[in-house]
Nanobody
Framework: QLQLAESGGGSVEAGNSLRLSCKAS????????MSWFRQPPGKERVFVGG????????AYSASVKGRFTVSRDITNNSAFLQMDGLRPDDTAVYYC??????????????????WGQGTQVTVSG
């Protein structure tokens, strides 16, 4: 079982960057693929990007590809979402999630086993 906690959200102006962190506690973090989802105001939660359990591959939604980067640090049980070139339509609550031993290209279709509590990102301008 994993517990996930996001941090790093905040308010920025368009064009700036933010880096979200997801700290996992529990066992066997290395056996989980990590993904990020977001829920804009009044909309459903959607997949943003993810990294495979072995770190070999990544996947992104079309709306963030080329601007966002997912990474992980196995040693520190952490995952990250680097967000560059932020736009107002990136405003949302961002969640990290863990899925057991999935390849990156399947993460958008799979329902994660564990979720963080979410962190707010607000982009103005």
């Amino acid at each position: 079982q994993l517990q996930l906690a996001e941090s790093g959200g905040g308010s920025v102006e368009a064009g700036n960057s933010l880096r979200l962190s997801c700290k996992a506690s529990g066992r066997h973090f290395r056996n989980y693929s990590m993904s990020w989802f977001r829920q804009p105001p009044g909309k459903e939660r959607v997949f943003v990007g993810g990294i495979g359990w072995n770190g070999a591959g990544t996947a992104y939604s079309a709306s963030v590809k080329g601007r966002f980067t997912v990474s992980r640090d196995i040693t520190n049980n952490s995952a990250f979402l680097q967000m560059d070139g932020l736009r107002p339509d990136d405003t949302a609550v961002y969640y990290c999630a863990a899925t057991p031993m999935a390849s990156a290209e399947t993460l958008e279709q799979l329902t994660p086993s564990y979720w963080g509590q979410g962190t707010q990102v607000t982009v103005s301008g």
